[in-house]
């Protein structure tokens, strides 16, 4: 009987070496998934949603559970054909052409470097209101330290520290709907039992769908698992198995915690009108008592700023390594420490950028908001590529005749994502399709110079 080890697929036919350890199982990748979207995600995000959905914030996780479901399939499609490192980077790149894999990488990129920065800005800010005589830049290296060094030490270090943060989490989210369930059940809540779904009052679909343009920001993650392909010890099929079951997990816990807040949320009408950063502490606060809110506070603030920033710096770091690897990026953030298996100089390049990022743009008052919309439009963008590829790779390509999974489902999600692309903020596409054409430029400058955008390998068979 072979171990798991040995039904891992191998990098070695794809022209690579086997240079990370493969020490992940079915539940390592799973827990990952949960922490990068943060089962507590919606604490954080509460009052934006609910005033962009009109109050029906379920509804838009709903719709924004149903619109990454197809991402997530092509996902786990295209993780099947080249189970590796790299993410989107790798799936255009082998599944359509190698210049095409440049463009969504250097995309993503947008979304991945800036991730890490966005959740230690989010906590630090957070933590400076609890502990306002401590300055917010102290938060970030602190934040950022203690992530680099878990990291540094080797993914499975990072794979037990997440389990723990994991039920740290969802103790968190238990006690909340206790206390909110209980909080209904004594009359303190508002509207009908199904606003948070639909509410004919404030019901249109522009209006369901910029909505979860918004929401979609907490499902962002579920992708990341793809980043550790080659440190899974699993089948190719259950790799991107475990996405699916990321993001459907996920997804309920999102939907279940914001339709309890949802019913609670005292002033409606000023959060219908303004929104609100605290509406969710706001409303913990009126559930259980101010202990609550300082609670669900806390744990916001220390799942983004640890949590959800470790292993988005793990994912980070992966996706730098497997451009640099194909000499699409410089070769020093190939570098992989001998003994700990990590790709160490991306590690630490992410650190450093993520530091920098963070203490410009806590100068700044839009500088949450404007670093979550490039994260949001960057991913997006970087997804259209990636439906393109399983379609080109499985269809066009390979002539599957597996009509849903390789055509239909793909189609439905590039046009779903396609919609919140366009609906995006002015700015965030403005910088986006600046970013998009640096990338163009880098990519033009390349060919000039003879440096054409090259794979290791023969694009092989897709695995099953």
């Given at each position: 009987m072979s171990s798991p080890q040995s039904t891992a697929p191998g990098v070695e036919r794809f022209g690579y070496q086997q240079e990370l350890q493969r020490s992940l199982s079915f539940a390592d990748l799973l827990i990952y998934g949960l922490i990068f979207m943060v089962p507590i995600a919606p604490f954080g995000i509460f009052g934006s949603v609910f005033q962009s959905s009109g109050g029906m914030v379920a509804l838009a996780y709903v719709i924004g559970m149903v619109a990454m479901a197809f991402t997530a399939l092509s996902y786990a499609q295209m993780a099947r054909?080249?189970?590796?490192?790299?993410?989107?980077?790798?799936?255009?790149?082998?599944?359509?052409?190698?210049?095409?894999?440049f463009l969504a990488g250097w995309v993503i990129l947008l979304d991945y470097v800036l991730v890490p920065a966005l959740l230690y800005l989010v906590a630090s800010s957070a933590m400076t209101s609890f502990v306002p005589g401590v300055p917010i830049w102290v938060w970030l290296i602190a934040f950022i330290v203690l992530n680099t060094v878990v990291n540094y030490l080797g993914i499975e270090m990072t794979a037990r520290m997440n389990?723990?943060?994991?039920?740290?989490?969802?103790?968190?989210?238990?006690?909340?709907?206790?206390?909110?369930?209980?909080?209904?059940?004594?009359?303190?809540?508002?509207?009908?039992?199904?606003?948070?779904?639909?509410?004919?009052?404030?019901?249109?679909?522009?209006?369901?769908?910029?909505?979860?343009?918004?929401?979609?920001?907490?499902?962002?993650?579920?992708?990341?698992?793809?980043?550790?392909?080659?440190?899974?010890?699993?089948?190719?099929?259950?790799?991107?198995?475990?996405?699916?079951?990321?993001?459907?997990l996920a997804g309920a816990l999102f939907v279940v915690q914001t339709w309890v807040a949802a019913l609670l949320a005292p002033n409606r009408a000023d959060l219908l009108a303004h929104g609100g950063d605290n509406a969710f502490y706001d409303t913990a606060e009126y559930a259980g008592g101010h202990w609550l809110s300082v609670l669900t506070a806390v744990a916001t603030a220390v799942a983004w700023g640890f949590a959800n920033s470790l292993v988005a710096q793990a994912a980070t770091s992966r996706l730098l390594f497997a451009m640099a690897r194909d000499r699409q990026l410089p070769a020093f953030l190939r570098k992989?420490?001998?003994?700990?298996?990590?790709?160490?100089?991306?590690?630490?390049?992410?650190?450093?950028?993520?530091?920098?990022?963070?203490?410009?743009?806590?100068?700044?008052?839009?500088?949450?908001?404007?670093?979550?919309?490039?994260?949001?439009?960057?991913a997006m963008t970087a997804f259209l590529a990636l439906h393109v590829s399983v379609v080109v790779h499985y269809v066009v390509r390979n002539r599957s005749r597996d009509w849903w999974r390789h055509l239909v489902a793909p189609a439905i999600g590039f046009l779903i994502l396609l919609y919140v692309v366009i609906n995006a903020s002015i700015a965030a596409q403005v910088l986006g399709f600046v970013w998009l054409a640096i990338g163009v430029v880098i990519l033009a400058g390349s060919y000039m110079m003879g440096r054409r955008p090259t794979l290791s390998a023969v694009t092989p068979e897709a695995t099953e």
């Open positions: 054909a080249f189970p590796m490192a790299g993410s989107v980077y790798t799936y255009a790149g082998r599944g359509i052409a190698a210049p095409v894999g389990k723990i943060m994991l039920v740290a989490e969802l103790i968190v989210l238990a006690i909340f709907l206790v206390v909110g369930i209980v909080a209904l059940a004594q009359g303190k809540g508002h509207g009908a039992a199904l606003s948070p779904l639909f509410d004919s009052s404030t019901f249109s679909w522009p209006l369901a769908f910029g909505a979860v343009s918004v929401a979609v920001l907490s499902f962002l993650g579920f992708d990341g698992i793809s980043m550790l392909a080659e440190e899974s010890r699993e089948s190719t099929r259950r790799l991107g198995r475990s996405m699916v079951f990321a993001l459907v992989v420490h001998p003994t700990r298996k990590v790709p160490v100089n991306a590690t630490f390049l992410v650190a450093v950028v993520s530091l920098a990022l963070g203490l410009y743009l806590s100068t700044r008052d839009d500088g949450i908001g404007l670093l979550g919309s490039l994260v949001n439009f960057g």
